[in-house]
Structures are given as C-alpha cells and as structure tokens.
C-alpha cells in the first residue's frame, strides 16, 4: 500500500470515530487517458473535507460541492462516472477521452476499515471484498492478491505493506539511491556493519542497521514488497545479501558492479545453495542503461529499473545496450563496465 493510501484510511477512521459520516472514493475503472489509476482514493467529511485524489482536482471539487447540497446522501455503496463527453470531460480537467469510474462506500463499522490497518500494519496482504447490495466487508489476508475488480455488485480491492528497498551500504552512492527511493514513496532501510560508515548517514526518513546483511534480511522476511541493492563493492558484504534476497520473494535484487565483476559474483554464488533460476534474477550490473555517468545519475538509473519492474515493464532492450565502460570523474563506472 502507498503512503498515501494508507494516510487516507487512517484519516477516514479518525473522521468516523470523531463522529463524522464519511464516504471513501475509490477509482475503479477508467477509460482512455485518467488523471489517476485504477485504486486511487480519496475520503470525503461530511463537511466537505477532503484527503485524497482520484483526479486532478476538479473532481474532487464536484464530489464536495455533491456532498454539501445532500446529492450524496445514500447508505449503501453507489457508483459515480465522470466524462462521459467531450463537454465533460473538459469541465472536469480529464485528458482527451478520459472517463473515471468512482464508487463511494458510506464508511461505517461494517467497513472494517480498523482491522484492514492493523493487518497492514502487521505486514499482511489482504483482500478487502465489499458487497454493494448490503455494505457488508470480508478480509482475507494470506492469498495471493489480484487487480482491482469490480464485478457482480461487489468489490475487491487488494491491500498490502508498503513498499520497501534494503540497501546494502552505506557510502555515497547509497544516499543519491536512498533519497529518490524516499520521493518514490518506499520505506528505506540502510544496512552498513562498518560503524564509520553508518554514522556519517544524516538523511531523515531512513532507517538504520548495523547488523550483518544476511541477518537483517532473515529478520525481515522480504516479500514480493521488497527490494534489495547492494552497493558496498564489498564481496564480504553484498554476497551475504545476495544470498538471502535471490531465495525470497522479493521483486527485485540488484548489486553494483562491472561486467567482469557481476560474472564472478554469479559465479560465486553458484557455489552455494542457489540454484540458476535464483541466480538469474539478479539484476548486475545494476540499473538501467541511461548513459549514467554521476551517482545521481546511476541512482536514477537503478529506481528507473526498479519502477519498470514493478510496473511490468520489459527491460532487455535497454541492457542490450550497455557500453564496454562509461568514464565517471575521470575514473571508470562500475555499473556499466
């Protein structure tokens, strides 16, 4: 779950325990060009406050002005649309051809809105099913979760932890990884035994740890929220991480590194309790091929790669073209080389 999702439903239970009747927004179909994607909320007061999206703004503005005049006034679960013509579409701020499909759920104890947060913050995935008809929630957490689907008068919206990115090292390249990570929205978490490293950190957001690597991750228990990187060049280090992260969920693994370096890293971990389809997702060298060639820059180039993974995105086109070596501050880049 985003940060921002889960401060909407924190929000939306403060609201409904201070005695407010609340509605929350959800984005459930669009067509065309959307301001925001399907699963975005938004959460209403009854007095017009607001936390949230689902567009950019002129929607919002519509829902409030609906829900002040008594428009919005129903019990159970409704749906709303918006740009259904061109005329529409305009007034509301929507791209060209853009409809947004929005339920809005009158929260109340059947919501379950309390229990959804405690799992989530419990590191649970649950799906949340919601029956139009009678208001009624189910939680099923422990199941792999699925798309958002609204189908036969009920809706099924997955919910799980934030994302999160473990980066092995604590150097330079580590704070440019970790302070895009931050406006990316993931949990950070910064993993250095070497003490003179770890306590020269000042970036807030982040946490520390000084524990070995492989420790950390076991403690952890990675899932398919998770990242890892490891930047230290440090064998000693980044293989004790390598070793955890490729057996476990974790949908991207990655390690700092020149060609020559990342054949005798696999090769390496070929010698221990890996097998060759967990080998292979390691992503070395690290990042996609930006023509990278300042930390900032090679920081920008792993998120991009972590983002298109997460997106499902296709990245072999990209890794095709690497260069032999790019030069950097007149020395040579590790990441590409």
Request: hydrophobic share 40%; net charge negative; with cysteine.
């Amino acid at each position: 779950m985003e940060s921002t999702d889960y401060e909407v439903l924190t929000t939306a239970l403060a609201w409904q325990q201070q005695g407010y009747r609340v509605l929350l927004g959800t984005v459930v179909h669009t067509w065309g060009s959307a301001p925001r994607p399907v699963g975005a909320m938004m959460v209403l007061r009854e007095d017009g406050h607001v936390r949230g999206s689902v567009s950019g703004g002129c929607v919002e503005d519509d829902l409030i002005r609906r829900l002040l005049t008594g428009d919005l006034q129903q019990d159970l679960p409704f749906v709303v649309e918006y740009g259904l013509n061109a005329d529409e579409a305009h007034r509301f701020g929507l791209p060209c051809g853009g409809t947004l499909k929005i339920l809005l759920e009158p929260l109340s104890a059947r919501s379950r809105i309390a229990e959804l947060l405690q799992s989530v913050s419990q590191g649970l995935q649950v799906m949340r099913s919601l029956d139009l008809r009678s208001a009624e929630v189910e939680l099923v957490s422990g199941t792999p979760l699925r798309q958002l689907s609204l189908e036969q008068d009920k809706l099924q919206a997955p919910f799980g932890p934030r994302y999160r990115l473990i980066i092995i090292g604590a150097a330079q390249m580590s704070r440019y990884v970790a302070q895009f990570a931050l406006a990316l929205d993931y949990q950070v978490i910064i993993c250095d035994p070497r003490e003179e490293y770890l306590q020269e950190w000042d970036i807030a957001g982040v946490e520390l740890s000084s524990e070995m690597p492989d420790d950390l991750l076991l403690r952890l228990q990675l899932d398919a929220n998770s990242a890892v990187v490891t930047l230290t060049h440090d064998p000693k280090l980044d293989d004790l991480a390598l070793l955890e992260a490729l057996k476990s969920p974790a949908f991207y693994v990655g390690a700092i590194g020149s060609r020559t370096n990342n054949v005798k890293r696999r090769e390496r971990l070929s010698l221990f309790d890996l097998s060759h389809a967990e080998i292979d997702r390691l992503h070395g060298p690290v990042g996609l091929f930006l023509g990278a060639r300042t930390p900032p820059e090679i920081a920008i180039a792993i998120l991009a790669e972590m983002t298109a993974i997460r997106n499902g995105v296709s990245i072999s086109q990209t890794h095709a073209a690497r260069p032999a070596h790019i030069a950097i501050n007149g020395g040579t880049c590790m990441i590409n080389s």
